[in-house]
């Protein structure tokens, strides 16, 4: 008598579980999804080209051109950029998305004032949804927390 498929459920920052076939032959090859709240940061330097729209949707590209940073990810909106990603998790988001992952961000929020950044400037809050090779979303959550 056959039995069905074990199952082993892992769940993801609280957010979102995965649910695994242990049958699978590579567990790797699978996607998977973490989410993580974050913010756009730089829109002082962006308000006059775009709005933030609660529940927008934007994407993200890594930056490989830019001076300041060299893991920086941009947000895009339209292929535009309208800011990036924080520094403190840049390089594993970039990392991420070199690695073939992809990154979408949802306004959360209305723009505000930095309080962590001495310089101030605005930015906006967001919600990161990290879409990828199972076992990347993992080591992504590992750097990430």
């Known amino acids: 008598m056959r039995t069905p498929c074990a199952r082993a459920l892992i769940e993801i920052r609280g957010v ?5 076939n242990r049958a699978s032959a590579i567990a790797s090859n699978m996607e998977s999804e973490l989410t993580l709240d974050s913010c756009i940061r730089g829109h ?6 775009w709005t933030p729209i609660m529940g927008e949707q934007l994407s993200c590209k890594r930056e490989t051109g830019n001076n300041k940073d060299r893991y920086a990810v941009a947000v895009l909106q339209d292929r535009n950029t309208v800011g990036h990603l924080p520094r403190k998790i840049s390089a594993a988001c ?30 906006v809050p967001c919600m990161l949804r990290f879409n990828g090779q199972l076992n990347d979303v993992l080591k992504l959550k590992k750097l990430l927390t």
């Open 16 to 20: 979102a579980s995965i649910r695994i």
């Open 44 to 49: 002082h330097v962006y308000k006059n080209v």
């Open 94 to 123: 970039s990392l991420f998305l070199q690695r073939g992952g992809s990154i979408r961000c949802i306004v959360t929020g209305e723009r505000c004032y930095s309080s962590d950044l001495p310089q101030g400037g605005l930015e």
